[in-house]
């Protein structure tokens, strides 16, 4: 994420005229492919920088932020260094005077962060739980996305295409705040009544509506009712997620009762389906979250789930749990 974000940064930066060229710059064994700026200093200079990197066997990431200033080029690396879960990003500065011929190295900086959101030190050691929401967004969205924000915990929200519209506002800060969003059909019809001409209707229409207000398509998808096919699956161009642990919030908008239920059952690995449109359920993620934050649990969403847990997602197959 941050490489893209300097990247996106750089560009913006850059002199809109200036064309840049692609060069390689390349030993034996490893290459590093970038835009150069066509101004023969600052491009051999960024050459001979690229350099230094190559001959190293570490796994490493480069890109730059150059601007200019009349005769002057302020040129930044961020030098992005992978080792196991860690990043570090090393970031070098200079000054280039063109006008004196002149480079002034300015302090480096380093940072070092973990590799995906910043809290999985040692995945093997810490439990992990998936909270999903179906059915939304509506009006009692905002509820559950305050609680998730208030403890600074991801959740995966499986939306009804029907509902979009009017609430883009929603999935929108839903997708900032690093909440993950799937698809749970467009009409929550059950699917298994329908053939597959229907069934990919109500998929892919609801795709498209997560892209076009979030810029990203969904990458998982729950049928409505978690009914499950093999005209489903086979229509399905996802992997197919339901739950091992059902709240039952829709039956009875009891908030003490859903967090029992969720307290009582939770393990390493699960996935709980929860409905972001009652506020009961809103009410029983102020009891959950942090009873199994003290339990030593990690909150993750669906994907990440998986991830750590090092199970690789397929089309059509159908996963309630990682384990
Ligand atoms: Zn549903």
Redesign the pocket.
Known sequence: MLPLIIISLMLLVLDREKTLENKTVYSENKEISYPFFGIEEIDDYITSYLNEYITTDEEVLIDYDCIKENNLYYLTFYNYLFSGNKIKNNIDSYTINTKYNSITKIAPVSYEYDAIQNKMVDKEKKKMIALTF??GPNYNTNKVLDVLEKYNVPATF?V?GSKIKDNEHILKRMSSSGMEIGN?TYS?LLLTKYKEDKIKEEIDSTSNLIFEVTGKYPTLLRP??GSVNSKIKKTADMPIIIWDIDTLDWKYHNSKRISKRVLSKAGDGDIVLM?DIYSATANALNIIIPELQNRGYTFVTVSELFYYKEVNLEKGRVYGYAK
């Open positions: 179906d059915d499986f009804l749970h929550h409505s009712y409905h």
